[in-house]
Nanobody, 113 residues
């Protein structure tokens, strides 16, 4: 079964940037669409961005224009470039396939004022 290892989170000031990485195991990476999700304390997990096998991308309205999802089919890695971060972006960020399978540990992103 595919497993995900997210990294790249941290503490950043509002307006700053972070780049998240997600290493995926398995041999079907190039044939799988992926998404980034986030879960803030006390809230449900929500979809942030997704990318198809052909590279088409989709974004939640709250992050459109600030976040960019990309994929590297050689490195089996999905990225999320996050710019102009806001305190409301604070959450644990996860990646997963579409449809989702088991979840990784996620990576914490904290945006301070």
């Amino acid at each position: 079964q595919v497993q995900f290892v997210e990294s790249g989170g941290g503490l950043v000031q509002a307006g700053g940037s972070l780049r998240l990485s997600c290493a995926a195991s398995g041999n079907t990476f190039s044939r799988t669409p992926f998404g980034w999700y986030r879960q803030a304390p006390g809230q449900q997990r929500e979809s942030v961005a997704s990318i198809t096998t052909g590279g088409s991308t989709y974004y939640a309205g709250s992050v459109k224009g600030r976040f960019t999802i990309s994929r590297d089919n050689v490195q089996n890695t999905v990225y999320l470039q996050m710019n102009s971060l806001k305190p409301e972006d604070t959450a644990v960020y996860y990646c997963n396939s579409i449809p989702t399978v088991s979840w990784g540990q996620g990576t914490q992103v904290t945006v301070s004022l």
